[in-house]
């Protein structure tokens, strides 16, 4: 999906916010501001929000030199998940269906979103979670998805969040674990995305992985690794968490593998999937919708 004309109000306000944060000197924060306004008219045509969001944070880890300005708070959201990993995979373990509460308390945990929302609170965080277990998911889409998942031989995970990634084990032990599931991370810091660098921290060391080489909070089919993206069209089945994954690969042709899980964050992606902002997601690509419309 290309950035949206109704993208604009939230990206003047994340660059505005950008300019602001990267020095007490005015003079600067005008510099980088007319930088990133410069960003904005170049790629104005050409690119998905993703894609539009790594030109902004090239631009600040250069003229900052701070390369992760999220650091600190994708340790404490990785520590906060980690306390209640136990309580969730309690949960899954007690329920009569264990895909669907895993998937409730995954798609929940993409709650923990500096970008899409930079004024969440961490420690909104546990009660935003909790809530998400009693909320309805595609009863189709969960079957399908079931289907897939058991027939899958490989099966690639683009994570999203450093926090979310840590509950999104409760998942990827149903899918098969290491032996099955090689995962995709991002390559360079960018907001609380999780890149390589935080694996370890979040229980997923021993996972084969993929990074796509790229700053993007999604996944850039222009800047990937080819590795990843031959991963990304070979596997079996491919899940992807998150909206900006859903904003990258949604429209993508060729991914009739692929499933979203995500939460409805933003008025643009609620209007082109007709739900509830806040709704718990599971989806397909257009590609995959087009094929079974033709069948």
Do not use: W
């Amino acid at each position: 999906m290309l950035v949206q004309f109704d993208c604009y109000k939230c990206i003047f306000n994340q660059i505005v916010e950008m300019a602001k944060s990267s020095s007490e000197d005015d003079r600067v924060r005008r510099r980088m501001l007319r930088d990133f306004i410069g960003q904005v008219v170049a790629h104005a045509d050409d690119s998905t929000p993703p894609e539009m969001a790594s030109h902004f944070y090239d631009i600040y880890c250069r003229e900052t030199g701070i390369e992760d300005p999220f650091a600190q708070i994708k340790e404490k959201s990785t520590q906060l998940a980690r306390q209640l990993y136990d309580e969730f995979a309690g949960l899954v373990k007690q329920a009569d269906d264990p895909l669907a509460m895993a998937l409730r308390i995954v798609i929940g945990g993409n709650v923990i979103d500096f970008g899409a929302n930079p004024d969440f609170q961490l420690s909104q965080a546990a009660d935003a979670i909790r809530q998400t277990i009693d909320l309805p998911v595609d009863e189709t889409m969960l079957e399908l998805l079931r289907a897939k998942a058991a027939a899958a031989g490989t099966v690639f995970y683009i994570l999203d969040n450093c926090g979310e990634a840590v509950l999104d084990r409760l998942l990827l032990e149903y899918l098969g674990g290491p032996d099955k599931v090689t995962l995709g991370v991002r390559g360079k810091p960018i907001l609380n995305d999780i890149t390589p660098a935080e694996l370890a921290a979040s229980d997923l060391a021993d996972y084969r992985v993929i990074d796509t080489g790229d700053r993007a909070p999604g996944v850039s089919l222009r800047h990937s690794r080819p590795e990843f993206l031959q991963k990304l069209y070979a596997s079996d089945l491919v899940i992807a968490k998150g909206q900006g994954n859903f904003e990258s690969l949604g429209d993508v042709p060729g991914l009739e593998n692929l499933f979203f899980l995500f939460r409805v964050k933003c008025p643009v992606i609620a209007a082109q999937t007709r739900a509830e902002p806040g709704s718990l997601q599971i989806r397909r690509g257009k590609a995959a919708e087009t094929l079974e419309e033709s069948m």
